[in-house]
């Protein structure tokens, strides 16, 4: 299979939201909420997207598997 646009962004934004969730539990640091404000109405769409990205790759992961 090969990857659309759509896959890419979705597993960049899956990665930076593990990231994020990494140093919240590390540090005590939410990078989202420290560059766009503690729950603004960006920040909320950021975790929004994050969140979709997810389901997002929860739902195509099958398909990238490589079954000959």
Request: hydrophobic share 60%; glycine share 8%; no cysteine.
């Amino acid at each position: 299979m090969k990857f659309t646009i759509l896959d890419w962004i979705a597993l960049i934004l899956l990665i930076v939201g593990g990231v994020n969730w990494g140093l919240v539990g590390v540090f005590n640091i939410d990078l989202v909420a420290t560059i766009f404000g503690d729950f603004s109405w960006l920040s909320r769409l950021v975790y929004i997207i994050v969140g979709l990205s997810a389901i997002y790759i929860a739902v195509i992961s099958p398909k990238l598997t490589n079954k000959a």
